[in-house]
């Protein structure tokens, strides 16, 4: 167990639709990314925050939009979605910007129909 | 720009064989190195890291990993495999700060069978 936990664990939704995907970090952990794992596109990062404040965008759609909270607790909307939107999505947190390695969430499978 | 390439989609090999997971990268300057293995329908698992030192890196499970500059490779070592190793392996690159930019780019990832 890494200590990254996310929920939902699995979401069904149908095309057009908007979700939020919940992420907590590890206990004192102040860095939040979010990736995107699907057969055709592998591991992609989406976007991170850290303490707070977004730090680094990566393959992110318009479509998506995240935020950390206060409490360091994070959210991944995901909006007008698209068939193309099923995939696992990733939450991770690390202890500092620098050398620190990434644990991850158990991820969250998004399912559109 | 940063990228990271795992040559082989599959790796099999016998029980109590060594075992090898190339991974090659490319960084504009000094590289943060790590290998995670994925079990199925789980997250990604930290096995070790290379920062800087000893190019010979321990990490879980007897995994180890050899950083080579010249030949920019981080190849994923074991020398015994189990049964149990059978997962999907994944190499990760990052430039050492330089700026805002912190997050790891994969390579494709390799799946190990470990044949009983």
């Known amino acids: 167990d890494s200590g990254v936990t996310q929920t939902p664990k699995h979401l069904i939704t149908a095309t057009g639709q908007r979700v939020t995907l919940r992420c907590s970090p590890r206990?004192?952990?102040?860095?939040v990314y979010w990736y995107q794992q699907s057969l055709d596109q592998g591991l992609q990062f989406l976007i991170q925050?850290?303490?707070?404040?977004?730090?680094a965008k990566g393959n992110i759609l318009e479509r998506f939009s995240a935020q950390q909270f206060p409490d360091l607790h994070s959210e991944l909307n995901l909006s007008s979605l698209e068939l193309g939107d099923s995939a696992l999505y990733f939450c991770?947190?690390?202890?500092?910007?620098?050398?620190?390695?990434?644990?991850f969430g158990p991820g969250t499978r998004l399912t559109v129909l | 720009a940063q990228s990271v390439a795992q040559p082989e989609d599959q790796v099999n090999v016998a029980e109590g064989n060594p075992l090898t997971v190339k991974c090659t990268y490319s960084?504009?300057?000094?590289?943060?190195l790590f290998w995670y293995v994925q079990y199925p329908n789980r997250g990604l698992q930290f096995l070790l890291k290379?920062?800087?030192?000893?190019?010979l890196v321990k990490g879980s499970y007897g995994f180890e990993a050899e950083f080579n500059k010249s030949q920019t490779s981080f190849h994923l070592k074991k020398p015994s495999a189990l049964v149990s190793d059978s997962a999907l392996y994944f190499c990760?690159?990052?430039?050492?700060?330089?700026?805002?930019?912190?997050?790891?780019?994969f390579g494709s990832g390799t799946q190990l069978t470990v044949l009983p």
């Open positions: 990760a690159v990052r430039d050492k700060p330089n700026g805002s930019a912190r997050q790891l780019t």
């Open positions: 206990s004192g952990d102040l860095s």
């Open positions: 960084v504009s300057g000094n590289p943060y």
């Open positions: 925050y850290y303490n707070g404040e977004e730090r």
């Open positions: 290379y920062i800087t030192g000893d190019n």
């Open positions: 991770a947190s690390s202890a500092r910007q620098g050398t620190a390695e990434q644990f």
